[in-house]
C-alpha cells in the first residue's frame, strides 16, 4: 500500500505560479504510475496529469497542456505538478492519486482515468483570483 499527501496548495493572482508536491510513503514508490486531478466546486472530479512509473511517459488534459509539468523524484518518493500561467477556472481542490505497483518490466503508461487509481490524497485547495 502507498498512502499519499498533498502539499503546496494555496492563493495565486492570475498568471502567477504554484508547485504542488505528493509525498508517499513506503519504499515501492518506483512502481506506481502517479496521476493529479482535480474538482472545483460543484463539478465532477477531473484529470490533469499523469507520469508513469518510469518517468518516461506523461499525459496533460487538454486545459493545461503548455502550462502545467507533471515529474517525479523516485529518490524522494515525491512527485510533483508545476503550475504556471495560471487561470481563475484552475480553482479547485487537487489531488494526487497512485496506481500500481507494476512491475518494472511491464509498459510504462500514464494513465487517465480515476479508476484506474487506487490510492488517493486528502487533497490541497488551489484558488485563482483574477
Known amino acids: 500500500q502507498v498512502q499519499l499527501v498533498e502539499s503546496g496548495g494555496g492563493l495565486v493572482q492570475a498568471g502567477g505560479s504554484l508547485r504542488l508536491s505528493c509525498a508517499a510513503s513506503?519504499?515501492?514508490?518506483?512502481?506506481?504510475?502517479m496521476g493529479w486531478f482535480r474538482q472545483a466546486p460543484g463539478k465532477e472530479r477531473e484529470f490533469v496529469a499523469a507520469?508513469?512509473?518510469?518517468?518516461?511517459?506523461?499525459v496533460y488534459a487538454d486545459s493545461v497542456k503548455g502550462r502545467f509539468t507533471i515529474s517525479r523524484d523516485n529518490a524522494k518518493n515525491t512527485v510533483y505538478l508545476q503550475m504556471n500561467s495560471l487561470k481563475p477556472e484552475d480553482t479547485a481542490v487537487y489531488y494526487c492519486?497512485?496506481?500500481?505497483?507494476?512491475?518494472?518490466?511491464?509498459?510504462?503508461?500514464?494513465?487517465?482515468?480515476?479508476?484506474?487509481?487506487?490510492?488517493w490524497g486528502q487533497g490541497t485547495q488551489v484558488t485563482v483570483s483574477s
Open positions: 507520469i508513469s512509473w518510469s518517468g518516461s511517459n506523461t
Open positions: 513506503g519504499r515501492t514508490f518506483s512502481s506506481y504510475a
Open positions: 492519486a497512485a496506481s500500481g505497483p507494476y512491475s518494472g518490466s511491464g509498459p510504462p503508461i500514464a494513465y487517465t482515468r480515476s479508476y484506474e487509481y487506487g490510492y
